[in-house]
């Protein structure tokens, strides 16, 4: 028998090292090294080398996709679920991945497609009380509630299921790891078995992963460089809406969102994100502006909310919801700089409306006419869009995609829309929607004050 020899591993990060340290020279985390025993693997189990073939000899699938007729989830995939992928999903505790992983599975089912779901984490009288709860009765559903990895492979072996969901892999363990579940060595080792039984069996395997309180996944790093696809389940358990997006996806855009309304019998499909977006908008308020965000392929229009007030303080606070702080800070600054309104004294609070998060710079003109709105106490007309973004010099910059974005707002109403005034000469007419072109903020203070 060869040797065991133990290591110890870092629980953050997973470095590992030979002795115990107190702290992590890696990533600086104390008391965060825990000893593992590593068995030294033998030739004779190694397994054998495939040999090389010419691109052009290899088979095509006879099914590139499999649809769950999930519409926000099949677009987030990119079309469809690819046999034999490996897909984790990441989110907060309490924000629904058990129900959507529970929903997707029935879904395929009804697709055809035999699903088998493991759970770790609960009981199967436990998932019969979802499964009630959202209308899931079909029987190619298989639950095992199981957290031994050798007997969940030896089940999806006899039972060779199109779809295999994992809720979670931190529950999972590999009985020749000493290690407990959860660890890194323990995540890192029943990942990458499960991924290479999907790889060789062709069944799609979907991972539930838990996430640390900094909002990343919890476990090694290398997990994510494991699988096919990473998708995060987003949203504040206040609001009724959740965002489904991928991070990382072999197969499709990594721009890509799901848009999802959890209701009572789960979680929805929302087909026009932003009539949801805008449902409860105020009119005729200062410091309230609608925004057109591109998120993959689609324009969703979100309302940004800006609230200026004085400062009790001697620091002013800048506190910001969905959008970069440090973006926001920027942009205080080009205000006070290029258009003369002193915020030096005053908190600034901003706050994407539903909890939604943007992240692309075409939302700067709209940052900034929030904040001027709210600091000088004067509404923006509730039928004008805004989109550009913003430089140090005061300049209104080209972005992408407008035509898309002036599509999805006349749809809305929307009667007028401000756009880079570099974009705005090549733009042809948009039925029933003005453009109005800006080159900087000068003319953007002319047009809205």
């Known amino acids: 028998m060869p040797r065991a020899r133990s290591v110890f591993s870092c629980q953050s990060c997973g470095y590992q090292s030979p002795k115990w340290l ?12 825990v000893e593992e025993i590593i068995e030294r693997e033998t030739p004779a189990a190694r397994r054998s080398a495939e040999k090389a073939t010419p691109i052009s000899a290899i088979a095509p699938e006879d099914e590139i996709r499999r649809t769950s007729g999930i519409g926000e989830l099949d677009r987030v995939l ?16 309490g924000i629904g991945k058990s129900t959507l992983l529970l929903q997707a599975a029935s879904a395929f089912a009804q697709g055809g497609a035999q699903v088998l779901y493991v759970s770790g984490e609960e009981s199967a009288q436990q998932i019969r009380m ?9 029987d190619r559903v298989l639950v095992l509630c199981e957290t031994a990895l050798e007997k969940i492979l030896e089940e999806a072996e006899r039972l060779q299921p199109r779809v295999i969901a994992i809720d979670s892999i931190q529950t999972i363990f590999a009985a020749d790891l000493s290690s407990a579940p959860g660890s890194i060595g323990q995540v890192r080792e029943s990942a990458a078995r499960l991924v290479s039984f999907a790889k060789t069996s062709g069944a799609a395997c979907f991972l539930v992963g838990h996430v640390t309180k900094e909002g990343f996944l919890a476990g090694p790093r290398v997990l994510e460089h494991m699988v096919d696809t990473v998708l995060y389940f987003e949203g504040d358990r206040g609001h009724a809406f959740r965002v489904l997006r991928a991070v990382k996806n072999r197969f499709g855009s990594t721009n890509e969102i799901g848009v999802f309304e959890m209701k009572e019998s789960g979680l929805h499909p929302v087909e026009n994100a932003s009539e949801i977006f805008l449902a409860e908008r105020p009119l005729g308020v200062a410091g309230s502006v609608v925004v057109a965000s591109i998120e993959g392929t689609r324009p ?3 309302e940004l909310q800006a609230l200026v ?3 009790a303080w001697g620091t002013p606070r800048r506190t910001t919801l969905g959008v970069d702080s440090n973006r ?8 006070e700089k290029k258009v003369g309104l002193q915020l030096t004294g005053q908190d600034v609070f901003l706050n994407v409306a539903g909890g939604f998060r943007v992240t692309e710079p075409a939302a700067d003109l709209g940052v900034i006419a929030a904040v001027s709105s709210s600091f000088l106490d004067r509404a923006i007309d509730p039928g004008t869009l805004l989109v550009g973004e913003v430089g ?3 300049e209104v910059r080209a972005v992408g995609q407008v ?21 705005a000469r090549r733009l042809g007419p948009v039925d029933d929607l003005e453009t109005v072109p800006v080159d900087s903020l000068a003319d953007v203070w002319t047009v809205l004050f």
């Open 22 to 33: 107190g702290r992590c020279p890696d990533c600086g985390a104390w008391e965060s090294l």
């Open 78 to 93: 990119g079309g469809g679920l690819v046999r034999g992928s490996a897909i984790l999903i990441g989110g907060d505790p």
């Open 130 to 138: 979802r499964a009630e709860r959202l209308a899931v009765r079909d």
């Open 300 to 302: 969703i229009l979100v």
């Open 309 to 311: 007030t004085p400062s």
């Open 328 to 335: 926001v800070a920027l942009l205080i600054a080009v205000i």
């Open 392 to 394: 140090l010099a005061g």
């Open 403 to 423: 035509e898309a974005r002036l599509k999805e707002a006349a749809k809305m109403g929307f009667r007028r829309c401000l756009v880079p005034g570099s974009v």
